[in-house]
């Protein structure tokens, strides 16, 4: 398939201006600019000429996958408009009869539960269609057995319920039960003709689950399938989970979806099939996190490239990707999981804006390993159906088709996530297509270094993970062993890697600690000054070491002579000083001598280590923002374990 073609989405910047006059609009951007950075010079205490850079450059973000996102978006930035829903490019969406009075599908996962006995499942999947699901999502080769899949559908009806199946290994043999089930099956009462809603999902994905390291089948039995099955049934499904949950940013996974769907479409066409016909054997599952623009725009996007495959094929016709968007399980903590809920409403509001023809919503435990969780199934299912129920029926989400259509902000999001993706298409296929990248390793390395950088926005704290690595809560009920490491979950592979879980390693090493000795690994602050003062940095600290599994002894302001005390009460051989600058040349340089010949072993500053006045001692280190968290709790930790219960106390007295 050729490839020396231009993004699908790209414009030509003459065409940016739209209807009004561009020199006006222009100067309009000007004026703000100018105006903007006047604020930003107050701000700083600095004159607009003093200013690093120009206002637009200082006020934008820049994106994982490395797009700059701007603060201002104008009609200047306005794009051509791409088509109504259901007609090429299908960026606003792949299904031009969808029901705005049902909106997405509310697609449930059921059949990980390994214990359940099939007619409880049964009645899972009855009691969610009655309560407001409308597709389903069925785990078989597990706790669903390929010959229980006509007892656990049973009542289902197959002919206006779109069901994808994720049977790993047993794959082909589950997707002929249920093509045969579906044939025998009795109509509904009032029949219904088929819509890309309503399609059926074998769910076979051996080139997505080839890195994830899922089972899976061989790619030649699945094509044998395609070959057979009905014109309302697709056989393959890319999944982009496989890569966003092993840490693949947004443009990485639109890539790697993209490469392995167009081998797909090879393996197809060579087994004989028109390229119309290969094109409509493939559906695409997507991850979608708590960015909600992102979210939003990516589903847009991989509409775009796959559009343009399929028009690069042959088939424009055919290019309408059906999607299922899937919340992110790297994004879920297993600390403070209720926040998950939260994290979820983000992910699926961004799902149902960005066009996807099904959404599941994962419960909010679903990181948890299912011994430590303390929530019944039943409750987790129905906060995760009703998360969606509420954006679809209270926010009225599913009534209009593409609402983000149009907004000059995410327009130029969708183009240039389809260009960064197209960009990494297109080496891929440079490279031989996606089963020699990944044969040579190259998808692996990229994966990896994605997910790298991300670690590292983390572990600064540049990335924000709620009850985890800011405002962590220490009194939270103590995990299995291990936990936070693990991929033993339900809906995990062997390659995923949760966003919080080096902070939460952290945690459960405090965790063991508390549990060996009765006491966590403790750290004292020493306070200078009023409150006033010092507040905003014990805080700071509290919070930081707390992200850490390590409790913050705050006996409040302190002078220099009453230090010792307090070392002798916290045992512990690491104190922090917190104060203000001024404070620190003022009273710094005797806290931190009392501190030492108390016993105190390490001697931290909060704060910048420039505040501390010019001397002939200083504080070891400091504690600050924009420090790599994870590397100094870890050492803290291993510093306090070292010690354990060797304290100040007992090294004062030996060394006297």
């Known amino acids: 398939m050729p490839t020396d073609h231009q993004p699908p989405t790209d414009q030509d910047a003459s065409q940016r201006s739209g209807p009004l006059d561009g020199q006006a609009l222009d100067d309009a951007y000007r004026s703000w600019s100018d105006a903007a950075a006047a604020v930003l010079a107050k701000a700083r205490r600095s004159t607009v000429e003093e200013l690093p850079a120009s206002a637009e450059e200082l006020l934008s973000t ?4 490395g797009l700059t996102v701007r603060p201002l978006y104008t009609r200047r930035d306005e794009l051509p408009e791409v088509g109504l829903p259901g007609g090429f490019p299908y960026v606003r969406g792949a299904d031009p009869v969808r029901d705005v009075n049902v909106g997405w599908r509310v697609t449930e996962r059921f059949g990980d539960d390994l214990d359940a006995p099939i007619a409880d499942v049964n009645t899972g999947i009855l009691d969610a269609f009655a309560n407001g699901a409308s597709g389903l999502w069925l785990r078989v080769g597990a706790g669903v057995g390929v010959d229980d899949i006509a007892a656990v559908l049973a009542g289902v009806y197959l002919d206006l319920v779109p069901v994808t199946l994720d049977a790993g290994a047993d794959g082909v043999a589950a997707a002929r039960a249920l093509l045969a089930l579906r044939e025998a099956a009795a109509g509904a009462p009032v029949a219904a003709d088929p819509t890309p809603a309503t399609t059926l999902s074998l769910g076979l994905s051996p080139l997505t689950a080839a890195f994830s390291r899922r089972p899976t089948v061989d790619p030649a039995d699945a094509v044998a399938l395609a070959a057979e099955v009905p014109a309302d049934v697709r056989t393959f499904r890319v999944d982009g989970t496989d890569f966003a949950t092993a840490g693949a940013d947004h443009g990485l996974e639109l890539a790697l979806v993209v490469a392995a769907a167009v ?7 060579a087994a004989g099939l028109a390229p119309a016909d290969a094109l409509r054997q493939i559906t695409f599952a997507v ?4 960015d909600q623009f992102a979210g939003i725009a990516k589903l847009r996007a991989l509409r775009a490239l796959w559009a343009r495959v399929a028009e690069v094929a042959g088939a424009p016709e055919a290019g309408g990707a059906l999607t299922h968007a899937v919340t992110d399980l790297s994004m879920f903590t297993q600390r403070d999981p209720w926040v998950n809920m939260l994290r979820s409403t983000i992910a699926a509001f961004g799902a149902g804006v960005g066009g996807a023809d099904q959404v599941t919503v994962l419960g909010y435990d679903a990181a948890l390993p299912v011994d430590d969780r303390t929530s019944k199934p039943s409750f987790s299912r129905r906060i995760a159906r009703n998360t969606q129920l509420l954006l679809l029926e209270e926010s009225n989400l599913g009534k209009v088709i593409d609402p983000a259509g149009g907004s000059w902000f995410v ?6 996530v389809a260009a960064n993706a197209w960009s990494v298409f297109t080496d891929i ?3 031989g297509g996606y089963r020699q990248a990944l044969a040579d390793g190259w998808i692996a390395d990229r994966v990896a270094g994605s997910l790298a ?3 590292a926005e983390v572990a600064h704290r540049r990335i924000a993970v709620t009850g985890v690595n800011e405002f962590p809560n220490l009194a939270e009920r103590a995990l299995a062993d291990g936990a936070a490491g693990t991929t033993d979950v339900p809906d995990g592979s062997p390659r995923l890697a949760r966003v919080a879980r080096r902070f939460e390693e952290l945690r459960d090493r405090s965790d063991a600690r508390l549990a060996r000795d009765g006491r966590r690994p403790s750290v004292l602050l020493i306070p200078l000054g009023p409150v006033a003062e010092h507040n ?3 805080t700071f600290v509290a919070n930081l070491l707390a992200a850490g599994g390590i409790d913050a002894t705050n006996p409040g302001p302190l002078a220099a002579d009453a230090i010792a005390t307090a070392v002798t009460e916290a045992q512990t051989p690491v104190a922090v000083l917190c104060g203000t600058k001024k404070r620190y040349a003022e009273d710094g340089p005797a806290a931190l001598t009392a501190a030492r010949s108390a016993g105190v072993g390490r001697v931290l500053l909060a704060g910048p280590a420039a505040e501390w006045p010019d001397g002939d001692d200083a504080p070891d280190d400091s504690l600050r923002v924009g420090i790599d968290a994870v590397t100094v709790l870890d050492a803290l930790l291993v510093e306090l374990d070292d010690s354990d219960n060797t304290t100040a106390g007992d090294r004062v007295g030996a060394s006297s």
């Open 62 to 65: 820049t994106t994982a996958d």
């Open 287 to 290: 991850s979608v996190d708590d």
């Open 411 to 416: 327009e130029s999001l969708t183009a240039e």
């Open 263 to 269: 081998a797909h479409l090879r393996d197809l066409t």
């Open 453 to 455: 950088r991300r670690d």
């Open 536 to 538: 905003g940095r014990t």
């Open 429 to 431: 296929e440079a490279r």
